[in-house]
């Protein structure tokens, strides 16, 4: 997501998780990944199922149909893109402005939200939000992209409303910066199922979700 690199890959490779197996695997090497993981694999997996994410119990359940759901879920369309990233609406709120936007579910990104050029460039408000710090980020393959953070009033995914949430935005040369990000701050304080196949996402509210943000770097 933060732009484009080069790196080894190994085919024909065979995955194990939890019983299940996977052969014909094809491995991309990445110079970094997520704190404390040796490696990641993506939801792709499981097209033909169903993905709990369940925070409040530390949950991933795969479901091979979709069970009943809690009154409280809110559906949504997930929109997948040419390379298998999945996306969801989401709203900026600044002052008076509810602005909308396409948002790549990353968990890779630790942080809340990453704001792509053409959003920030398209949409003056953004601009006159309070910088909080300056910072850089670097993607799987080492790309880094140089941000700013401020202060978001209030964000909107589904029937989540968050507050004070620090979002960052691009900084530096044209074009680095194309995709709108969804980070692990977020994430987490939303119970989600992921249906994939019927391109659908269902949001709920969870136990983390009123927890107060943090501004540092």
């Not at 759901?69 to 809110?74: F, K, W």
């Not at 202060?151 to 910066?177: E, M, R, S, T, Y």
Request: charged fraction near 20%; proline fraction near 3%.
């Amino acid at each position: 997501w933060g732009g484009q690199a080069t790196a080894r890959f190994s085919a024909d490779n065979s995955l194990q998780i939890c019983g299940r197996d996977w052969g014909g695997q094809t491995i991309h090497e990445s110079e970094n990944s997520g704190k404390g993981t040796d490696g990641k694999f993506g939801p792709n997996l499981f097209d033909d199922q169903i993905i709990e994410i369940d925070f409040d119990n530390s949950l991933i359940v795969v479901h091979p149909w979709l069970p009943t759901i809690d009154p409280e879920y809110q559906m949504q369309d997930l929109i997948i893109d040419e390379h298998e990233n999945m996306f969801v609406n989401g709203t900026v709120n600044i002052g008076d402005s509810e602005i909308g936007n396409h948002f790549m579910i990353h968990s890779g990104f630790e942080g809340t939200l990453l704001l792509d050029e053409d959003f920030v460039t398209n949409n003056g408000s953004i601009n006159a939000l309070k910088i909080v710090s300056e910072s850089k980020l670097s993607d799987s393959y080492g790309n880094v992209i140089k941000t700013k953070k401020a202060i978001l009033p209030a964000f909107k995914i589904g029937n989540v409303i968050l507050h004070d949430v620090p979002v960052a935005f691009f900084d530096g040369a044209i074009g680095q910066q194309r995709t709108s990000v969804l980070g692990g701050d977020i994430l987490k304080r939303i119970n989600m199922l992921i249906d994939r196949g019927n391109r659908t996402i269902y949001l709920k509210p969870n136990t983390l979700t009123a927890d107060d943000f943090l501004y540092g770097d």
